[in-house]
């Protein structure tokens, strides 16, 4: 079964840090990119982190300076490295890796960063 599982997510108080991972179990697609997304509670999903192949990164600029993405060539695995946590982090993180027919997604870890 092709299946990405997210790992990593709990709670933290704000300035914390948590450091999510992605691994994968079954055969894909052609992989290139790999992202994290998350949704918040009311929210849509929105975009966090990207790296392609080639270890181009972006960042959405809510969390640019904060987040680290990486990920390990060879495997379809994705990492996370969050510091400096604020509560508007506080959502589920899902792990994301389109194929050439379809995107694969994660169950998503619950972040939540509270005092």
């Known amino acids: 079964q092709v299946q990405l599982v997210e790992s990593g997510g709990g709670v933290v108080q704000p300035g914390g840090s948590l450091n999510l991972s992605c691994t994968s179990t079954?055969?894909?697609?052609?992989?290139?990119?790999m992202g994290w997304y998350r949704q918040a509670p009311g929210k849509q999903r929105e975009s966090v982190a990207q790296?392609?192949?080639?270890?181009?990164?972006n960042y959405a600029d809510s969390v640019k300076g904060r987040f680290t993405i990486s990920r390990d060539g060879a495997k379809i695995a994705a990492y996370l490295q969050m510091k400096g946590l604020e509560p508007e982090d506080t959502a589920v993180y899902y792990c994301s890796a389109p194929g050439r027919s379809r995107t694969y997604w994660g169950q998503g870890t619950q972040v939540t960063v509270s005092s």
């Open positions: 790296i392609t192949g080639a270890g181009d990164t």
């Open positions: 079954g055969t894909f697609q052609r992989i290139n990119t």
